[in-house]
């Protein structure tokens, strides 16, 4: 199968949260002290640094996605998982709408970080194809190994949220098929297409909609069927 440099795909949905696969859920770790004569201190809570409360949380709303047929999440069994008040979600976050739109950004930030990477291997029509092959195999094991963010990506993480989430959802996948037809041009010149535009704009639709397809059925069989299934003969009957 064709694929991209292990190198090139994120670990987990922050750097330094996990070394493998999907998002660890974070710990409010307690810090001890030592007792004082003969009566131990209470334990206190470690205080987060600047920043690192506002990555727990939205790890941690990743880490619920993750739970194959999860229902609607509060704010309430956010917080509860976090041990903290609804309250102090909202001192991060004025909204779960905002919560969601910091997932959206990560996935908009590393999808295209890793395009762009792509995207600087070479030009010509060889080029073109392979390049066109790893963007598609990028997206499906962004998919895997990020199953959360993968009920965001088709929506389902999204039902009866704010309508904007969709939407912003909607102009990530618009651009993935500009971005497919732009890199399948070059091909389509090289094979003597009288209408490489029209061409070129058919076939992203075709592998933007391919792509969709897969991670929506990876969401909805409980993460069972992986985007990946028989992904190498599929490309190559789509290529």
Do not use: C, W
């Not at 727990?56 to 069994?77: D, N, S």
């Not at 933007?208 to 897969?214: C, D, E, K, L, M």
Request: glycine fraction near 6%.
């Amino acid at each position: 199968m064709p694929s991209v440099s292990t190198s090139l795909l994120p670990a987990s949905l922050f750097p330094d949260a996990a070394a493998q696969g999907s998002v660890q859920e974070p710990s409010l770790a307690l810090e001890k002290t030592e007792p004082e004569g003969d009566a131990a201190a209470p334990a206190a809570r470690k205080r987060p640094k600047p920043g690192e409360r506002r990555t727990q949380i939205l790890e941690t709303l990743a880490r619920m996605l993750e739970q194959p047929g999860a229902e609607r999440i509060t704010t309430a069994a956010l917080a509860a998982r976090l041990d903290v008040s609804e309250a102090a979600l909202y001192r991060h976050f004025a909204s779960k709408a905002q919560m969601f739109e910091g997932l959206i950004e990560f996935i908009e930030q590393t999808v295209f970080s890793l395009v762009n990477q792509i995207s600087a291997g070479g030009s010509g029509a060889d080029s073109s194809l392979r390049q066109t092959r790893q963007i598609i195999v990028m997206l499906m094991q962004f998919g895997e190994k990020n199953p959360g963010m993968t009920r965001v990506m088709v929506g389902d993480a999204l039902v009866f949220e704010n309508e904007r989430l969709q939407q912003r959802m909607n102009q990530f996948f618009d651009k993935v098929e500009a971005t497919l037809r732009q890199t399948l041009r070059p091909a389509i010149e090289a094979s003597g297409s009288t209408t490489p535009t029209v061409d070129a704009q058919v076939q992203a639709s075709v592998l933007t909609a391919f792509v969709v397809g897969r991670l929506q059925r990876f969401a909805r069989s409980g993460f069972k069927r992986l985007p990946s299934e028989y992904l190498e003969a599929s490309l190559a009957r789509l290529l």
